[in-house]
């Protein structure tokens, strides 16, 4: 949203607090179910920039988490409202992803009245943004963790596309799954501020404004990123999470097998999901984990940065061919020749770029920053945030990285 003023669709009035929710609880029977209330201990973890997150804890070894939208965006305060129904959103869509991805934290009850959900505990996994700052892999190859959010990103996205379904039921489904107020946040701090200028865009030092400014002065960077938006805007391919970064997907090491490591790896928070380009989703995740390379670089562990650079390619491959297996099961092959596929998967490689190249842009220059970068000592920040800026030209403008992406030092 643009900010203060902004319509809201409905406001409980009702917040939860640490102190409130044993209470809570215990007028839900189909809450006081899944966890023992006597003796609860809980604890507001949210560190998110639109909700509030509460783990509670049983005595007999029981979790919950909750998780409740405000009517404003959390990390601005009142000053911005936001609407509650955006709950009512994100339980449709992990429903209907769970349905077709194990990769999904899955919710066990929602409540229309207060706007909160009841969501699988995870608490014995780590947040991917975190495990990458610490310095830990992600596995490779088609077990780890890119491969797999690769093919739960091919699975959701051919679910729910004209492809599985007949044409009524996608158009319907579409219009179902209609997101305004969050799409229009998202148009802004994604496609418009970054590349046109917002009093809320910020950078962390002047020696990388001087190279924002050079950006925005550049219409062929600012030409793409406006193009993307357009896609953004007026593509409908699939349910999409809509908010796929590196901060939205827990993973877990489980055993190894043949010394091979397995990954737990759950999607959470679709709150922004929207039926979109496909490729908005990939954009995501391919910035996200290009930001942790240069992060890696930066710190001199050379090794690392290069495996995140190939998890990038390993990403889109495990999509791509698991995309294209599905499609030899499409709803109504008579209406689709056997080479469409190859077509429209060039297409979405083509929207991943781009949208990569505006979310990098975003990370450094706009509202919502990252750790990867803004935890890093000043000069370490200023290599990386510019080299981040950098490569978002050649995602934008070249369509692709250049072979050298991490060719740089402190």
Known sequence: MSGAGAPVAAVSGRTLTVASIPEYLAARPELAAQIEVAGLQVAEVGDGNLNQVFICRGRDGRNLVLKQALPYVRLIGPSWPMTEERAAREAHAIRIHAALSDR?????????????????????HT???AHLNEGNDIGSGDNGVAAVLGRHVADVCYGTSFLAMDPEPFRLAA??????????????????????GADRNSVGDPRVQELVDELQADPAWVGAAMRAKRRFLTVQEALLHGDLHSGS???????????????????????????????????????????????????????????????VGTA???????????????????????DFVDGWLADIHADTQAFAGCEMSRRVIGLAKVTDLESLPTQQYVVAATAVLRLTRSLLVDGGLPD???????
């Open 175 to 196: 219009a179902a799954a209609v997101n305004s107020e969050l799409c229009e946040l998202t148009e802004d701090v994604i496609f418009t501020e970054p590349f046109l």
């Open 127 to 129: 947040v991917l943004r």
């Open 404 to 410: 050298d992406a991490l060719s740089f030092s402190e």
């Open 316 to 338: 889109w491959s495990a999509f791509a061919d698991r995309f294209h297996a599905l499609f030899a099961d499409r709803a109504r092959p008579s209406k689709f020749s056997d």
């Open 104 to 124: 999904v934290c899955s919710v066990t009850y929602y409540d229309p009245d207060w706007f909160v959900l009841a969501l699988e505990d995870l608490t014995d």
């Open 249 to 311: 997907v827990f993973v877990r090491r489980a055993a190894d097998a043949g010394g091979d490591p397995q990954w737990s790896v759950k999607t959470f928070d679709p709150e922004f999901s929207f039926y979109g380009p496909i490729g908005f989703d990939l954009g995501l995740l391919q910035a996200n984990l290009l930001i942790a390379a240069v992060r890696a670089q930066v710190r001199g562990d050379t090794a690392r940065a290069a495996a995140l650079l190939t998890d």
